[in-house]
């Protein structure tokens, strides 16, 4: 090392040193960067059983709160663009209210149409029978006569032919009568099916549908809804057990359930039925160690209608307890 004065050496005296400052780097570096391990306690409480489920065999389940009735997606027999809005959410409605308005002018128009081809077919009859009437009157006028030679045989069987065609313009005039009745008929149903209506008494979840946007027939289980709606008095809770545990519920016993991430908040839910279908888990909780593979048996339980069911809400997850079976049963 020419750049070094004569009595220093590199590998003896400056290597040494740059080894030491190395390693205090690297030992500050791992000092400053360790994770922070200290513990604390949890900001919220995990979910437990309480009263007599806390010391009696039980199964653990989670769910999702519904409407009684299930929710009910609204949709549109016809396609159109929206009008009016009647309903918000969270409004009551009840059966056979209007929920919104799809634009029905071309439908009157039609409705018009199908009502003057109404007068007109009534005026053609009106003018078949007046027809009618006067051949069937000359016909008898003639038949009185007691000198037959009176009148020729050509007139008697002009009146005749007469007669006989205005019978025949009067049952196409009823025919057509008939037709645009029933034309007219068709159209108002389709007036009406412009009105969108609630199906049951219930609350309005939803609303994804504005005055002025266009609405198709809904085609497809992906679309969205245009409203959503359930009876929410009472509240449902589905609980989904584990295909595991299914057998070891006491089914018709009560359960304890909390919202997710409220444990202090316990409310006891009747029985309502079991599901008969055992189906794939649809209702996540998002656990590390949660399987996504496994099949669940559902459990319809009914929240009380007290002030301590004002904390679940339609969608909302809970954690629920139920008793188990007792050996033997």
Same mark, same amino acid.
């Given at each position: 090392?020419?750049?070094?004065?004569?009595?220093?050496?590199?590998?003896?005296?400056?290597?040494?040193?740059?080894?030491?400052?190395?390693?205090?780097?690297?030992v500050?570096?791992?000092?400053v960067?360790?994770?922070?391990?200290?513990?604390?306690?949890?900001?919220?409480?995990?979910?437990?059983?309480?009263?007599?489920?806390?010391?009696?065999?039980?199964?653990?389940?989670?769910?999702?709160?519904?409407?009684?009735?299930?929710?009910i997606?609204?949709?549109?027999a016809?396609?159109g663009?929206?009008?009016?809005?009647?309903?918000?959410?969270?409004?009551?409605?009840?059966?056979?209210?209007?929920?919104?308005?799809?634009?029905?002018?071309? &439908?009157?128009a039609?409705? @018009?149409?199908?009502?003057? +081809?109404?007068?007109?077919?009534? =005026? %053609?009859? #009106?003018? /078949?029978?007046?027809a009618?009437?006067?051949?069937?009157?000359?016909?008898?006028?003639?038949?009185?006569?007691?000198?037959p030679?009176?009148?020729?045989?050509?007139?008697?069987?002009?009146?005749e032919?007469? &007669?006989?065609?205005?019978? @025949?313009?009067?049952?196409? +005039?009823r025919?057509?009568?008939? =037709? %645009?009745? #029933?034309? /007219?008929?068709s159209?108002?149903?389709?007036?009406?099916?412009?009105?969108?209506?609630?199906?049951?008494?219930?609350?309005i979840?939803?609303?994804?549908?504005?005055?002025?946007?266009?609405?198709?027939?809904?085609?497809?289980?992906?679309a969205?809804?245009?409203?959503?709606?359930?009876?929410?008095?009472?509240?449902?809770?589905?609980?989904?057990?584990?295909?595991?545990?299914?057998?070891?519920?006491?089914?018709?016993?009560?359960?304890?359930?909390?919202?997710r991430?409220d444990?202090?908040?316990r409310?006891?839910?009747?029985?309502?039925?079991?599901?008969?279908?055992?189906?794939?888990?649809?209702?996540?909780?998002?656990?590390?160690?949660?399987?996504?593979?496994?099949?669940?048996?559902?459990?319809?339980y009914?929240?009380?209608?007290?002030?301590?069911?004002?904390?679940?809400?339609?969608?909302?997850?809970?954690?629920?307890?139920?008793?188990?079976?007792?050996?033997?049963e």
């Amino acid at each position: 090392m020419a750049l070094l004065p004569s009595n220093v050496s590199f590998s003896r005296q400056i290597l040494p040193v740059l080894a030491l400052i190395g390693i205090a780097c690297a030992v500050l570096y791992i000092a400053v960067g360790l994770p922070d391990r200290s513990t604390a306690e949890p900001t919220t409480e995990p979910p437990k059983a309480t009263g007599e489920l806390a010391n009696s065999a039980r199964v653990a389940g989670a769910g999702i709160v519904e409407p009684a009735s299930e929710v009910i997606d609204i949709g549109s027999a016809l396609s159109g663009l929206v009008t009016d809005v009647r309903v918000a959410p969270g409004d009551r409605v009840e059966k056979g209210q209007p929920l919104f308005l799809v634009d029905a002018r071309s &439908a009157r128009a039609q409705l @018009s149409e199908a009502n003057a +081809a109404i007068n007109e077919a009534r =005026a %053609a009859i #009106a003018e /078949a029978q007046t027809a009618r009437k006067t051949a069937a009157d000359q016909l008898a006028l003639y038949a009185s006569l007691s000198d037959p030679a009176a009148v020729s045989r050509s007139e008697v069987i002009r009146v005749e032919g007469e &007669a006989q065609a205005a019978k @025949s313009r009067l049952a196409v +005039a009823r025919a057509r009568l008939n =037709a %645009a009745q #029933a034309r /007219a008929s068709s159209v108002r149903t389709e007036i009406e099916r412009l009105v969108i209506r609630a199906p049951i008494s219930g609350e309005i979840l939803a609303v994804n549908v504005r005055p002025g946007e266009f609405v198709a027939t809904q085609g497809g289980g992906n679309a969205q809804p245009f409203m959503q709606m359930g009876e929410t008095n009472p509240l449902h809770i589905r609980v989904d057990i584990d295909e595991n545990e299914a057998a070891r519920v006491k089914v018709g016993a009560p359960a304890i359930v909390s919202p997710r991430g409220d444990a202090d908040t316990r409310v006891e839910a009747a029985f309502v039925r079991v599901e008969p279908q055992v189906v794939p888990k649809r209702s996540l909780t998002n656990s590390a160690a949660e399987r996504v593979d496994v099949r669940v048996l559902q459990i319809i339980y009914a929240l009380p209608q007290n002030e301590a069911s004002d904390a679940f809400r339609v969608g909302q997850q809970i954690d629920a307890f139920i008793p188990a079976k007792e050996k033997g049963e």
